[in-house]
């Protein structure tokens, strides 16, 4: 099986060199930039299957770099953040990263997102079915229909199924608050969290086998939401 090639984006040479020795014992092949122009010539001409980028490069913002690939390739990015929440990671998520992970992070969660948007990438390709399969529960997006894994049909309301489509056409992605609220609601909310806890307090009781501890609806403290297969 061909190794995963990483590009890894960072200022810093000694994260560098660690997530080099560190993914390269993984068994990823890993690509290196230093700065944002680098990370663009990179990107164009090895192919990466995900990227990972820190936010503060000298030369461009890691928007900005984003903004670039974007322009191109779905290439899964999965964004090094200072701190939780921070508009620029919020920024970074607009703008089209898939994930983040906040410094100082471990090896073994950087890992886990890698692993988790190598996956993603893969059931993207071959995507566009209209039916998601969660295990404990599918998803008919064409027929707008919920069975469990039992057979039983579950009954969303039309603002319940807004909710839960969005999150499952994204899958794996955060989806932001503001989006949700103004997709589902309309162009003149954004700031009604307490819309979104109600309706996925619901959604869980509905869905998830163990509501206090879901699995499949996610909450992101602060940033959003995102629904996990």
Do not use: C
């Not at 471990?106 to 295990?135: H, I, K, N, S, W």
């Not at 199924?161 to 949700?180: A, S």
């Amino acid at each position: 099986m061909t190794a995963h090639r990483v590009l890894v984006v960072d200022d810093d040479p000694q994260i560098l060199r660690a997530l080099r020795i560190n993914l390269t014992a993984h068994g990823y092949q890993v690509l290196l930039a230093p700065d944002g122009g680098a990370a663009l010539r990179a990107a164009a001409d090895g192919r990466p299957d995900v990227v990972v980028l820190d936010l503060g490069l000298p030369d461009l913002d890691g928007v900005e770099v984003i903004e670039g690939l974007r322009g191109w390739t779905t290439v899964p990015i999965i964004v090094l953040s200072a701190r939780v929440g921070s508009a620029h990671t919020v920024r970074a998520l607009d703008a089209g990263a898939d994930d983040y992970v906040t410094k100082p992070f471990g090896m073994a969660e950087l890992l886990a997102r890698l692993r988790a948007a190598v996956r993603r990438a893969a059931v993207a390709t071959v995507d566009g079915e209209p039916v998601v399969d969660a295990g404990d529960f599918r998803v008919d997006l064409a027929a707008k229909r919920v069975v469990r894994a039992d057979g039983t049909e579950v009954h969303l309301t039309p603002t319940e199924w807004g909710v839960l489509e969005l999150l499952v056409r994204h899958r794996g992605k955060l989806v932001g608050q503001k989006e949700l609220l103004r997709t589902v609601w309309g162009p003149n909310y954004g700031s009604e969290t307490n819309y979104l806890r109600v309706y996925m307090a619901q959604l869980r009781r509905k869905l998830e086998p163990e509501p206090a501890h879901p699995k499949h609806l996610i909450t992101e403290a602060g940033m959003g939401y995102r629904f996990e297969v």
